[in-house]
């Protein structure tokens, strides 16, 4: 059946391939973008689909609760995909305030509107929380996290996660709402903002820059190409059961310093490098406070009850993930502009 389905956040790294999923995978369906644009949404992420007969962007701000009801209102929503985030730990520590405007009261602003507009007839509805596995915060040597695991953020960013997380499953416990929560490992892939992990890497050894290692290399993230993501959100959001969370992850734990030498590796591979060279660029910086030691997810209630698993492995997807950034040098190069340079010299100038 025909839906209109508003994503929010879909200028960002993640939402961007959402909506290009889903504008591609179901034609039928109407797709609202709906994104304030903030450092991190950058709609060159779109040009493919802008011009799509089934998609429309519209800005704004989910933190406005006026703004969000009129926009519910004036358009026939079945289903929210909220994606729409401040999503970096270290913003999330050197100004927390913000995380807790948009992380949290955003996501009730945008509950408070669909329960608004949906309440007398819940039929066919639903509102799809797109959240994190850091809201069950560290893993020692063993062990993984499961839709069982309980909460214990530690960044001011996964307690604001965590904080939505519980909001929207009061929503379905008070109001009957009908929502699915997914909590998903570390993604990487093309369009990521260049100040987590894998593209602010791609991007220093590019350029001959340092690679700051935070403490001694040695967190494990487990790390899942965003396509796969995307994938699994469309397998979730049609086939999940109400009330239901969801975890989903690569199957793919790397310490952060083995994921360096391996970036290292393919960078001089494709740059035509001697092998070793970009190594050196390493440096190990402070720690990042709050470190959590270890994520990894057990997704066999995704994979077993509704038949996902991902695509590709690690090798393929890094792969992809470096050509994309190399093709890509004028879309970096415009990110890291700006805003983005004032951030950069703030996190790193004093480590
Ligand atoms: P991102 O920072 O790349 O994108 C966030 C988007 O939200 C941006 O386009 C931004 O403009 C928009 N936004 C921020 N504040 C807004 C507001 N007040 N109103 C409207 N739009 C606003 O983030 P991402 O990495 O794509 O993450 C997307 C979602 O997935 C987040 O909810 C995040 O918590 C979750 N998630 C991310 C990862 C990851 O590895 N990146 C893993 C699991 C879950
Ligand atoms: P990040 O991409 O910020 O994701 P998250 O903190 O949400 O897991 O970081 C991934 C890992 O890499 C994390 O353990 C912190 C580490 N890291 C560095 O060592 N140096 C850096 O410059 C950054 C951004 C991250």
């Not at 504008?23 to 797709?31: A, E, L, R, S």
């Not at 001089?268 to 660029?281: A, H, I, P, T, V």
């Not at 393929?316 to 983005?340: I, R």
Request: aromatic share 12%; charged share 25%.
């Amino acid at each position: 059946m025909a839906k209109h389905i508003l994503i929010t956040g879909g200028a960002g790294f993640i939402g961007s391939h959402v909506v290009r999923h889903f504008v591609n995978q179901h034609p039928d369906y109407q797709i609202t973008n709906l994104d304030k644009l903030t450092y991190a949404g950058n709609l060159e992420n779109l040009i493919d689909v802008e011009n799509h007969p089934n998609y429309q962007f519209i800005k704004g701000d989910i933190n406005d609760d006026r703004f969000i009801l009129k926009l519910f209102e004036e358009h026939q929503f079945d289903g929210v995909i909220h994606l729409a985030a401040e999503s970096h730990v270290d913003r999330s520590i050197a100004s927390p305030n913000e995380f807790v405007l948009t992380n949290v009261l955003g996501t009730v602003n945008l509950l408070n509107a669909a329960r608004h507009i949906w309440h007398e007839n819940y039929t066919g509805k639903l509102f799809y929380h797109v959240s994190t596995d850091e809201v069950y915060g560290s893993l020692g040597d063993e062990g993984y996290f499961t839709e069982e695991t309980c909460y214990d953020p530690h960044s001011p960013y996964s307690a604001s996660k965590a904080s939505s997380d519980h909001f929207v499953r009061a929503y379905h416990d008070t109001f009957g709402l009908p929502m699915v929560i997914s909590n998903c490992s570390n993604n990487y892939g093309s369009f990521q903002f260049p100040e987590k992990l894998i593209p602010l890497f791609i991007n220093n050894i590019r350029n001959n820059k340092s690679l700051p290692v935070y403490g001694k290399g040695e967190n494990v993230r487990d790390w899942l190409w965003v396509v796969d993501h995307a994938r699994a959100i469309d397998v979730i959001y049609h086939k999940g059961k109400i009330g239901e969370t969801y975890n989903v992850g690569g199957n793919n734990e790397w310490k952060n310093i083995d994921l360096v030498k391996v970036m290292c590796k393919v960078m001089d591979r494709k740059l035509g490098r001697r092998q070793g060279e970009s190594e050196k660029l390493i440096t190990f910086v402070k720690d990042r406070a709050g470190h959590d030691q270890r994520y990894a997810i057990d997704s066999t209630k995704l994979q077993e009850e509704l038949g996902w698993k991902p695509s590709v492995d690690f090798e393929q997807g890094l792969d992809k993930t470096v050509d994309w950034y190399l093709q890509n040098q004028e879309w970096l190069d415009n990110v890291t502009s700006g805003e983005y340079q004032k951030y950069y010299r703030q996190q790193y100038e004093d480590r």
